[in-house]
């Protein structure tokens, strides 16, 4: 039995080799495995302009929904994306829903995982996006007008991701320094560029599906964290100076 461990797959209906990825991996599961997904399966555009009769057709969330039946464990901590899917996950996909701080153990290994949105880095206006009046608005906006908005936010978002992502990530170091005795590996997700950081503890960001396979398996012979697809650049790397972890000893100043 192995356990595994993903996020911010943003699921759309526009975007469908983000799905096919999902369902690759999840057919390539075994009965009995366990499966975490850190916030963010569906991208809010998916979830508030489709209907839950409309959500419970599509193939990625069947699958998932199949490899439940076959044995396996769906856990979702919902992120910023998906946080009024949560009925929808229960009732339909059948999810065991945590609130984080989530605490798990896997072979062996404590486990603290957060989405990360919720830790003081993100912009203003992208924290206004999280509530569920605009959940509800963008919903009911007609397609031209909720596809010209999204087209603005990607926008907007693309302008200013270089400093976001090392604001995350400066964060992200910060609270993880602040559990050294309390977790093995420490687990973020909503940033899309996977990093992983050794250290007391280590930290793991999950990483995006936009363009590649990312994920976290544990199991008997420990943790490991794999990359598949993608161009180099979309790689296993901090694409910005990283913050010294001051728990580990090798950072130790002389």
Same mark, same amino acid.
Request: include cysteine.
């Given at each position: 039995?192995?356990?595994?461990?993903?996020?911010?797959?943003?699921?759309?209906?526009?975007?469908?080799?983000?799905?096919?990825?999902?369902?690759?991996? $999840?057919?390539?599961? &075994?009965?009995?495995?366990?499966?975490?997904?850190?916030?963010?399966?569906?991208?809010?555009?998916?979830?508030?302009?489709?209907?839950?009769?409309?959500?419970?057709?599509?193939?990625?969330?069947?699958?998932?929904?199949?490899? /439940?039946?076959?044995?396996?464990?769906?856990? =979702?901590?919902?992120?910023?994306? +998906?946080?009024?899917? $949560? %009925?929808?996950?229960?009732?339909?996909?059948?999810?065991? =829903?945590?609130?984080? %701080?989530?605490?798990?153990?896997?072979?062996?290994?404590?486990?603290?995982?957060?989405?990360?949105?919720?830790?003081?880095?993100? /912009?203003?206006?992208?924290?206004?996006?999280?509530?569920?009046?605009?959940?509800?608005?963008?919903?009911?906006?007609?397609?031209?007008?909720?596809?010209?908005?999204? $087209?603005?936010?990607?926008?907007?978002?693309?302008?200013?991701?270089?400093?976001?992502?090392?604001?995350?990530?400066?964060?992200?170091?910060?609270? &993880?320094?602040?559990?050294?005795?309390? &977790? +093995?590996?420490?687990?973020?997700?909503?940033?899309?560029?996977?990093? +992983?950081?050794?250290?007391?503890?280590?930290?793991?960001?999950?990483?995006?599906?936009?363009? /590649? $396979?990312?994920?976290?398996? =544990?199991?008997?012979?420990? &943790?490991?964290?794999?990359?598949?697809?993608?161009?180099?650049?979309?790689?296993?790397?901090? %694409?910005?100076?990283?913050?010294?972890? /001051?728990?580990?000893?090798?950072?130790?100043?002389?």
């Amino acid at each position: 039995m192995s356990d595994y461990f993903l996020s911010d797959v943003h699921l759309r209906e526009d975007r469908p080799e983000r799905g096919r990825r999902l369902v690759q991996f $999840v057919e390539r599961l &075994a009965p009995g495995d366990r499966l975490l997904i850190a916030g963010d399966l569906c991208d809010f555009w998916m979830g508030s302009r489709g209907t839950p009769e409309d959500l419970a057709k599509d193939e990625t969330l069947r699958a998932l929904i199949a490899f /439940r039946e076959a044995g396996g464990s769906l856990t =979702i901590l919902p992120g910023n994306h +998906d946080l009024w899917l $949560v %009925p929808f996950y229960e009732r339909t996909l059948g999810a065991t =829903i945590l609130s984080e %701080p989530a605490l798990v153990e896997s072979h062996g290994l404590r486990l603290h995982i957060v989405h990360g949105h919720l830790l003081g880095a993100r /912009r203003k206006w992208k924290a206004a996006m999280e509530s569920r009046e605009f959940f509800r608005s963008f919903g009911a906006l007609p397609h031209t007008a909720a596809r010209a908005l999204d $087209v603005v936010l990607e926008a907007k978002n693309r302008r200013g991701l270089a400093a976001d992502e090392q604001r995350h990530l400066a964060v992200f170091r910060e609270y &993880a320094d602040h559990l050294q005795d309390g &977790a +093995d590996i420490v687990v973020f997700g909503h940033v899309h560029r996977a990093v +992983d950081l050794p250290g007391r503890p280590r930290l793991v960001v999950l990483g995006g599906w936009q363009n /590649r $396979v990312s994920y976290l398996e =544990i199991d008997a012979a420990g &943790a490991s964290f794999h990359i598949e697809g993608g161009s180099p650049e979309d790689g296993l790397a901090s %694409p910005f100076p990283v913050p010294p972890n /001051r728990n580990d000893p090798s950072h130790a100043s002389s």
